[in-house]
């Protein structure tokens, strides 16, 4: 039998499923129906209830460890980088004001935004950034489950606080304290990617945190309910295993939210239709079954939006030198 070469392929593209419960007419309703339809002005208060397809999460809500996406996606909430990168990959300021880098490349001033502060009233200063930093990178909180803050590598001394060798950027020559709001990071290798990814790390706050040794933060109540934030939100409340109830921060240094509340859960994908239905979710983003939009679409007030994501499968004809051909189908 001849050997026929032929390779037949395709990319599919996945598909990134937001669905959201829109508002009606009645301004009094008290889920997170926020938008006046007349006047298209956002209104103050309400909550949002939405979900993320996860039925459970880790008891850990702040960056570092912080490391599945249902956690993750909370954490953005809570917390703000020094900097926010768009959908086009450029930053905007956040906690840091501004930034600089040296005509060698390799430093980058930071001055902080006097105005961004902890959500209970305290400024946001260099100790903090530096004692995230040192945290993030450190061995005691990779035991716990960090991700090893791999965003900070490019700054010098990395690897001696991670093996243990150093126990602060600034006995590394990485971190430089000039003020309270400004600060210099000196690198040990050219890399342009590298600065983008230390001005998106979300710092914690030092003084809810250095009363205790890292290794015992497992069940630090700080840890497992951020009370204290940098975001628009902090939690109110964790309903293990499947919910926390963020609040506002009215004293948001961007704005104050609108939405006063909003109820974070983790839920079966297959009931999410029965609980949109039941009025139960306002907004659930990742998870849906495809086989579930057409349902989704015949529930009032309800809007199925989808958009490109980073999924993609690679369907081909495998031929080795068996007589045989065998369908391969990889996800990557």
């Known amino acids: 039998m001849k050997k026929t070469k032929l390779l037949f392929s395709a990319i599919l593209i996945g598909l990134l499923l937001i669905v959201a419960s829109c508002g009606n007419d009645d301004s009094s309703n008290s889920k997170g129906n926020n938008l006046d339809t007349t006047t298209g002005e956002p209104q103050e208060g309400g909550t949002l209830r939405m979900a993320f397809g996860s039925e459970d999460f880790k008891d850990t809500l702040i960056p570092g460890l912080a490391t599945d996406a249902f956690n993750q ?58 004692f995230s930093f040192n945290t993030f990178a450190s061995q005691e909180l990779i035991a716990l489950g960090g991700d090893g803050g791999s965003e900070l590598s490019t700054i010098k001394g990395y ?3 991670q093996e243990g060798k150093e126990e602060s950027f600034e006995d590394t020559d990485g971190f430089e304290i000039i003020s309270d709001y400004e600060f210099n990071i000196h690198f040990n290798e050219l890399d342009a990617k590298g600065i983008s990814n230390i001005l998106i790390v979300r710092p914690i706050p030092k003084h809810k945190l250095d009363d205790e040794s890292i290794k015992d933060w497992k069940n630090h109540p700080y840890v497992q309910e951020p009370d204290v934030t940098s975001g628009p939100y902090h939690v109110k409340e964790v309903q293990k295993p499947t919910t926390s109830i ?81 369908l391969m189908c990889v996800k990557l």
Do not use: C
């Open 73 to 130: 996606n909370i954490v953005r909430m809570l917390f703000d980088g020094l900097a926010h990168q768009t959908g086009d990959l450029e930053l905007e300021p956040r906690i840091a004001e501004s930034w600089e880098i040296s005509e060698d490349k390799m430093s980058l001033n930071v001055i902080l935004n006097e105005d961004a502060k902890w959500s209970d009233g305290e400024p946001i200063t260099s100790e903090d950034i530096l």
């Open 159 to 161: 690897s001696d606080i």
């Open 246 to 326: 963020l609040g506002a921060n009215e004293d948001y240094y961007l704005s104050k939210p609108n939405i006063s509340e909003i109820v974070v859960q983790g839920v079966n994908v297959d009931v999410a239709p029965g609980l949109f239905a039941n009025g139960e979710l306002d907004y659930m983003m990742k998870g849906i079954n495809v086989s579930d939009i057409e349902d989704l679409e015949s529930i009032d007030n309800i809007q199925v939006v989808a958009k490109p994501g980073d999924i993609f499968e690679y369907v081909g004809l495998k031929h080795t030198n068996l007589n045989s051909k065998t």
